[in-house]
Every structure is written in C-alpha cells, then in structure tokens.
C-alpha cells in the first residue's frame, strides 16, 4: 500500500555550506638590502669611525706650552668618550715624539691605556692606538723594558692578535707597529718575550711572532745568539719548520741562514760545521731539514 504525503511536513531541503571567510594578508615590508650600493637608494648616514683622522707621524706638530697640557691629557685618556680618548692617545703621540721627558712619568699609565684601546671593538680607536704604540716604541726604545709592569708584555700580545685578524687595515698598521718596535728594542731582551709566542695555539700568532723573531736574529751576532740561547734559537727554528702556516716556515727559513751566517763565519769547513752543531743538538728529521735548507741554496 503506498504512503500518502503528508501536507504539513517539512520540505526537505541541503543545508548550505557556511562561505569560506576571505583572508587579506598584511603586505610584508621588505627590509632594505644593506649589502646592494645603489646611489638611487636613501643612503644610511655614516658611522661615527668615518670622521676619525689617522694622522701620520711626520704630521704631528709640537704642543704649544706642553707642561700644562699634561693633566689634560691623562683627564682625556680616562674619558668615557671614545672620540676624546682618540684625540687624546694622538696627543699621546705628539707628546712621545716631541716631549718624551714630559710623557715618561706618565708612560705606564699611557701604555694601559694604548693596550686597553686595542681591545675595543671601535676600528677607529683600534687603529689609533696602534698608531700611537708605534710613536712610543720610536721614542722610547729599551726605556720600555725598564717597566717593572707587564705593560710591554701585554702591548706586545695585542699587537701580535691585532696583526693576525682579518681587518686588513688593522692587520697592516700592527705589522708596522711590530716592526718598529723591532727596530727600537735591543734585540736580546725582546727575543726573550717573543720567544713565548712560537708556541701560541694561535697560528696566525705564532707565525706574527715569528716573523718579528727572524727579523730579531737578522740584527744579532753570534755573542748575542750564544747569550740568549743558541742551541734554543735553533730549536726554534726547527719547530716553525713544521708548522701550519707558510709566513712561519719563510720566518724560520731565515731564522736558519741568519744562524748559519754568525755560526760558520770563522769556519773553514762551514757545512759540516753546521751539519754537525745540528745532529748534536735536534732529533735526526730535524738536524737534517736544517742542513737541507743551506745545501739546497
């Protein structure tokens, strides 16, 4: 029997789906490519180290009444103001090439200062403080080694990492400093603080310190070898042999003829001289690369 419809039903009917809200996405503001130099682009001002002079020795002038400029000079060393601390460590320079008796009694104090700079990550008072240990090595000579501070020994281990890290310019103005302080030190004394560097876990330090080494032996003679060590100067030499970097093993190439030069002056048979001074005195790989290094010449 069919099913009669019933008249008061519901209609069935597909309930609609609920639209799908639209969602706008925020744009995105591109970050400007620092790297890209376009001249059409708003240009950045420039940064502060920019308007720092590095100003060469030959250019710095004497100070007009340098007696009272003095407590002024140490007041600008202890700023907070990088900027005054750099206009300060150039008047340091002044004072060192031009008023060295004035600066002296301030000089540990001055050296502190230089070292500290060194440190800061500000290129512009890096670089101006190495420029001003320079003046100080010019000026002051063996006077530094009469520091009964370890000034000099800090000094000397900043110069060393500045002239090993990878801003070229910093690089460059330590090698300078380093060998003007290798000029104005007595070589005897200087190769004994050196002497610690050759086995730094650094070896772009090692290779720094021996460069300043070989260039130490090139002003020395004999006497002046025997003094420090010579037995220790060619072991020395035949550890940077080895080592990892080529600017050591060129050092310690001429470390070898410089100590071949002084050792067989007065030798008539100089090779075997040397062969034998070697064999007495390195294990065999060692003694043999250093007579190597003359017979193949």
């Known amino acids: 029997m069919a099913l009669r419809p019933i008249d008061n039903a519901l209609p069935i009917t597909t309930p609609e789906r609920p639209k799908k809200q639209v969602k706008f996405a925020a744009p995105v503001q591109k970050q400007p490519d620092l790297s890209v130099n376009d001249e059409n682009k708003a240009s950045f001002p420039p940064s502060a180290d920019a308007s720092i002079d590095y100003i060469p020795s030959e250019n710095l002038k004497a100070i007009p009444d340098p007696e009272s400029m003095i407590p002024c000079l140490i007041e600008g060393l202890d ?6 601390v750099c206009e300060s460590l150039n008047n340091a320079r002044r004072f060192a090439l031009h008023h060295s008796s004035l600066l002296e009694p301030n000089l540990e104090k001055v050296l502190a200062v230089v070292v500290k700079a060194m440190k800061n990550p500000r290129s512009a008072l890096c670089k101006t403080s190495i420029m ?8 002051f000579g063996d006077k530094l080694l009469d520091s009964t501070s370890d000034a000099l020994d800090n000094l000397v281990l900043q110069l060393l990492m500045k002239a090993s890290q990878d801003k070229k310019f910093v690089c460059e103005e330590a090698d300078r400093a380093l060998n003007t302080m290798v000029e104005s030190i007595t070589p005897l004394p200087l190769l004994q603080k050196l002497k610690t560097y050759v086995k730094h876990t650094n070896p772009r330090i090692r290779a720094k310190a021996a460069i300043s080494i070989s260039i130490c032996v090139t002003k020395m003679g004999l006497e002046g070898m025997k003094e420090l060590g010579l ?3 060619v072991q020395v ?3 940077l042999l080895n080592d990892r970097l080529p600017e050591a093993r060129e050092a310690a190439r001429s470390m070898v003829n410089s100590m071949y030069n002084a050792f067989t002056e007065n030798e008539e048979h100089k090779q075997e001289a040397w062969q034998s001074f070697c ?9 043999q690369s250093m007579v190597k290094i003359i017979t193949s010449q």
Not at 132 to 139: L, M, N, Y
Not at 279 to 287: E, F, G, K, M
């Open 279 to 287: 064999q007495s005195n390195l294990q065999p790989i060692d003694a």
């Open 231 to 233: 037995v220790s100067l």
């Open 132 to 139: 001003a240990a320079s003046d100080i090595f010019s000026a």
């Open 79 to 84: 700023s907070k103001d990088w900027t005054k």
């Open 237 to 239: 030499a035949a550890g």
